[in-house]
């Protein structure tokens, strides 16, 4: 096992300046201000969050590399449960490699050295040409008692992204109860043969009490630039994942259209938040998770809309609380490529779907300077939240910075709730 090193008070680092967003930029001369310490803002709803503590899992700005997109589940377990993360290398713009897997079972204070997991590397087609996956979002099954991990393909071409993809759809792998994974499979769609793309990376699923999924996808239909956004209802069997029902299709024409949606559910309603490309983050709401509102843009309580530009947003559930974690626009990095650090949580008042400014908290802070110096401030993202306990939620992402070849540290941030989750 690989023993974890936090942010630490002790001595200087060579990150000399720390911008934390509190209404104005606090320059600070080491990483104290961000190691087990209190995030900026008020109490949240009901003074749920009690503190946000940080952790550096892989120092991969110090060591050449970036472990991306970290994505955990939590798995049953005694004394404490085990903690599954997918994650993989990237070395250019889009540019993964093999998917792998680290396991915890001390609930993140130490991972396992990332193994790779059978099925999700490249395979070449040609000499020049290799498909590979990546967004993969694992999921534990309770019962069948695995992990269903989803993502989708990628074509490469000549040691980068093609600029011109070959059709690209959803793929999975399940981890069985001994740890074993199973061979990679294509979550099929009647109709594929309509779309360019259609896919469920980076998004969040709810898994219903019966077993079955709801599962958000963007479609890209052929000869078309906008995705739509919609949901179906799976049955998973702990092998195979089969689509039963689709709900209503979402459309927005600007740009790309809709990406990247995440679902949720709480106190028996659904919540999908979705990527748009109009400077918009966008949020719907349904009895049975298929059957969506109008999307509305993501504002505050007195309706001032939020600045997001094309980035993905994901959920927090408590028990007393909907929560969302977002980047947005703001003063200190006004200059930061879509404003892609510090993150943001606030609470979502779900009467009006809408967030409360007074409870919005830094997760995990911008570092660097994002007026003067936006270059050399790590972008975050693509993240994740995973319900670790019913004391703690968490926010994993890795850090990138494409001036310096995609490197970056992989974070973990920690909600601590002031009372428990009983979720």
């Known amino acids: 096992m690989m023993t974890l090193i ?39 709803k009901a003074g749920l969050i009690d503190t946000i503590s940080r952790k550096v899992l892989w120092h991969g700005r110090r060591d050449g590399y970036s472990w991306f997109h970290p ?24 540019y993964y490699h093999a998917v792998h ?8 204070k130490s991972w396992a050295e990332p193994q790779p997991i059978p099925g999700l590397g490249r395979r070449s087609v040609s000499d020049t040409v290799q498909e590979g996956v990546c967004d993969v979002v694992p999921d534990y099954h309770p019962q069948t008692r695995t992990v269903v991990a989803i993502g989708h393909n990628v074509w490469y071409e000549n040691g980068r992204k093609m600029r011109s993809q070959r059709s690209r759809f959803p ?8 740890g074993t994974w199973s061979e990679k499979r294509i979550l099929p769609w009647k109709d594929a043969h309509t779309f360019s793309i259609y896919t469920c990376g980076c998004g969040q699923r709810v898994m219903l009490p019966d077993g079955n999924l709801i599962i958000p996808f963007s479609l ?16 998973f069997d702990g092998n195979e994942i089969r689509m039963i029902k689709l709900g209503n299709e979402l459309i ?9 949606p995440s679902m949720t559910s709480f106190n028996g309603r659904f919540y999908m938040t979705i990527r748009a490309e109009d400077n918009r983050g966008y949020v719907c709401s349904s009895d049975d998770g298929l059957h969506w509102s ?11 809309r939020l600045t997001m530009s094309t980035t993905q947003q994901h959920w927090l559930v408590h028990s007393e609380g909907l929560f969302l974690v977002y980047t947005r626009k703001a003063e200190a990095n006004i200059n930061v490529f879509r404003w892609r650090a510090p993150l943001y949580i606030a609470a979502v008042d779900i009467e009006s779907m809408r967030l409360i400014k007074e409870t919005e908290r830094i997760v995990l802070p911008l ?34 910075l494409p001036g310096k070849s995609f490197t970056g540290d992989t974070l973990l941030a920690r909600i601590h709730w002031s009372r428990p989750n009983e979720m």
């Open 6 to 44: 936090a942010y630490s008070s002790n001595g200087p680092t060579r990150r000399q300046f720390l911008y934390c967003l509190t209404g104005t930029i606090a320059a600070c001369t080491s990483l104290a201000c961000i190691a087990e310490s209190r995030a900026s803002g008020t109490p949240s």
């Open 71 to 94: 994505r955990v589940c939590m798995i049953p377990g005694s004394p404490n449960p085990l903690a599954l993360m997918t994650t993989q290398k990237i070395t250019g713009s889009d």
């Open 101 to 108: 897997c680290s396991v915890s079972s001390d609930l993140g």
């Open 171 to 178: 793929v999975y792998v399940v981890r069985r109860q001994d």
């Open 220 to 235: 890209g239909y052929n000869g078309r630039n906008n995705r739509t956004v919609i949901s179906a209802l799976c049955t």
């Open 252 to 260: 927005n024409k600007t740009k790309r259209g809709l990406l990247e």
């Open 294 to 304: 109008p999307p509305q843009p993501w504002s505050w309580l007195d309706g001032s």
């Open 367 to 400: 570092i660097g300077d994002g007026i003067r110096d936006a270059g050399n401030v790590a972008r975050m993202g693509n993240f994740h939240t995973t319900s670790a306990t019913a004391n703690e939620s968490w926010v994993t992402v890795g850090e990138c």
